[in-house]
C-alpha cells in the first residue's frame, strides 16, 4: 500500500492550501480505516491535524479545527486536506497516514500505513 501526498509546495500567507493524498494497492472504503492528516515543522515534533472516517465522519485538532477541513472521494481512492488562512508557521511537511481503529495520534508507529510527507512553505 503506498500513500502518495501532493500540494503545491509555496502558498502565500492568508491563502488556502489544497493537499491531496492518493492511495494505491488498497481501497479506502473498509469502515475500519480513519485515514489521518499529520505535520512536521522544520526542526520541530510531529503535530496531528485530523482525520476522517469511513462515513466521512471528521475529527481535528482542537488549535487547528477552525482553519482544516478532511475530505475523502471513494471513487478516487482518495484523501484531501484543506486549510485556509496560512501563516509562516504553517510551514511543514505534511504527512498523509492511515490506522485501522480510530485514534488521534502523531505516533507514526500507531499507523498501518505513512506516506513520504510533502514539503509545504508558506510565504509571508
Known amino acids: 500500500v503506498q500513500l502518495q501526498e501532493s500540494g503545491p509546495g509555496l502558498v502565500k500567507s492568508s491563502q488556502t492550501l489544497s493537499l491531496t493524498c492518493t492511495v494505491s494497492g488498497a481501497s479506502i472504503t473498509p469502515a475500519y480505516y480513519y485515514w489521518s492528516w499529520i505535520r512536521q515543522p522544520p526542526g520541530k515534533g510531529l503535530e496531528w491535524i485530523g482525520y476522517?472516517?469511513?462515513?466521512?465522519?471528521?475529527y481535528y485538532s482542537p488549535s487547528l479545527k477552525s482553519r482544516t477541513s478532511i475530505s475523502r472521494d471513494n471513487a478516487k481512492n482518495t484523501v484531501y486536506l484543506q486549510m485556509n488562512s496560512l501563516k509562516p508557521e504553517d510551514t511543514a511537511v505534511y504527512y498523509c497516514a492511515a490506522r485501522a481503529r480510530m485514534l488521534a495520534t502523531k505516533d507514526r508507529n500507531q499507523y498501518n500505513y505513512w506516506g513520504q510527507g510533502t514539503q509545504v512553505t508558506v510565504s509571508s
Open positions: 476522517i472516517g469511513y462515513s466521512g465522519s471528521t
